[in-house]
Nanobody
Framework: QVQLVESGGGLVQAGGSLRLSCAASGRTFSTYMGWLRQAPGKEREFVAAIRWTFGFTYYSDSVKGRFTISRDNAKNTVYLQMNSLKPEDTAVYYC??????????????WGRGTQVTVAS
């Protein structure tokens, strides 16, 4: 069983930046590691993912160009650098691991989440 612990959330003004971190422990082998988010009243959605072995990255259209996912293999840690934040980015952000990017939002393992609030 893998354990995922997120950190780095908080309150930021629109246009600002935050960096989320996710440390994985336990049975950490998985093809993809990434981030999901869930806003109040909405379904959990895919944000970004990185292929652990080769470093290929994937982004949702809503964050492409503003968010950057990266990894530190030695630390089993994934980061999400979020720039030019908008109020609509407000959500609980979850770290996730899964064998597929396409079904990451509905399958795999998730952390407990970290709140990101963007004030207008």
């Amino acid at each position: 069983q893998v354990q995922l612990v997120e950190s780095g959330g908080g309150l930021v003004q629109a246009g600002g930046s935050l960096r989320l971190s996710c440390a994985a422990s336990g049975r950490t082998f998985s093809t993809y590691m990434g981030w999901l988010r869930q806003a109040p009243g909405k379904e959990r959605e895919f944000v970004a993912a990185i292929r652990w072995t080769f470093g290929f990255t994937y982004y949702s259209d809503s964050v492409k160009g503003r968010f950057t996912i990266s990894r530190d293999n030695a630390k089993n840690t994934v980061y999400l650098q979020m720039n030019s934040l908008k109020p609509e980015d407000t959500a609980v952000y979850y770290c996730a691991v899964h064998s597929s990017v396409a079904t990451m939002a509905s399958g795999g393992s998730w952390g407990r989440g970290t709140q990101v609030t963007v004030a207008s």
